[in-house]
């Protein structure tokens, strides 16, 4: 099984606090990676494999800037090339190990795995919200065994509130409420409002709203695996200028075919002192993520390589998404014309 994947686009490698002066080993789209700073902070991922004897270099040590291969010592600089074979002076042309562009933004790393010559910062999603002083954030990570695209099909179909998550942000008026999907400026935008429902038990603790709230989500899909769901809720009795609302923010980058990292962010725009309320919601959500990874996982074991048996209207979001990121995958793979005009066979 081939990942289907697109490899030019930037996607998040790790939260910026948890890639320091420590090797960290992670493997995204298939390819393993080592992530380190060096002495003066700058974020750097090369693959996880020495030259020499494909030793994963994230077992070694750093030596200043340079990574010692922890097998026969060969060091590698940042930049990929070769420092230092202990044991010979001249370094061969290929002593060098790949790297990956990489950026630092909203408390993000950011990489890019595809062709580098594209590799534009400007490009990189804008998730603002993780750094916006208007804005109070928690975030945390699930590593989840299910193909990437299982995690945007979820985010982009929260009927299953009602069952998954029906101790938390779920009840039966989510399923029941009518859907919209629609694909405008290659994003696909997946929107429910639900009028006159009784609080669920997050919603509850989370607004202090006791009585019958109106509540709506839209899913907001940027491809190839970015989910932002614009979230808010306000008394059945008032108007929706008295909305309380929050911005769930998810970030899923491709592991292996089977696996995923998911980086989540809850922002929301009021009660930003509200210490303990950010605490509640943090631990609700990675109880309720939890939940998700359970579904999740069980249905990738289920799948295989079987394609979906039944489609449902409120699969309408999820379908839409698929073709987007399949039209960008199969762009990758035909040849520019400038790649055409080198072809002399």
Request: glycine share 4%; with cysteine; net charge negative.
């Amino acid at each position: 099984m081939n990942l289907t994947a697109p490899k030019n686009f930037w996607y998040v490698a790790a939260f910026a606090q948890d890639v320091g002066r420590q090797l960290l080993a992670r493997t995204l789209l298939n390819q393993p990676l080592v992530l380190f700073r060096t002495n003066e902070g700058k974020a750097v991922a090369l693959e996880d494999r020495c030259p020499h004897r494909a030793v994963p270099l994230s077992l070694g040590m750093l030596i200043d800037d340079t990574i010692r291969c922890t097998y026969h010592g060969m060091q590698i600089n940042p930049d990929g090339s070769c420092a230092r074979i202990p044991c010979q002076d001249r370094i061969p042309a290929k002593a060098r190990a790949a790297t990956f562009p990489v950026v630092e933004r909203y408390n993000l790393i950011w990489i890019w795995m595809g062709d580098p010559r594209r590799a534009d910062p400007d490009a990189v999603p804008d998730f603002h919200w993780l750094v916006d002083p208007d804005w109070t954030v928690c975030t945390g990570y699930h590593h989840v065994n299910a193909n990437y695209q299982l995690l945007n099909d979820n985010l982009l179909d929260l009927s299953h509130e009602s069952y998954v998550h029906d101790d938390t942000i779920g009840n039966d008026a989510v399923a029941e409420a009518p859907v919209t999907a629609t694909v405008k400026n290659g994003k696909v935008l997946v929107s429910r409002e639900i009028l006159n429902c009784e609080p669920p038990p997050f919603y509850v603790k989370a607004t202090g709203f006791t009585s019958n709230i109106n509540r709506w989500h839209t899913t907001i899909f940027q491809p190839p695996s970015f989910n932002v769901i614009e979230n808010g809720s306000y008394p059945h009795d008032g108007s929706r200028d008295q909305a309380l609302e929050r911005r769930i923010l998810n970030l899923i980058t491709p592991e292996t075919d089977t696996s995923s990292h998911y980086f989540w962010g809850i922002a929301r725009a009021y009660q930003h002192d509200d210490e303990a309320l950010t605490a509640y919601i943090q631990e609700q959500i990675y109880y309720t993520f939890d939940q998700d990874k359970v579904v999740l996982e069980a249905q990738q074991r289920n799948l295989a390589d079987s394609p979906f048996p039944v489609a449902l209207r409120t699969d309408a979001g999820p379908i839409q998404a698929r073709k987007l990121i399949d039209e960008l995958v199969m762009n990758e793979q035909e040849p520019t014309q400038s790649e055409q005009a080198l072809d002399v066979s």
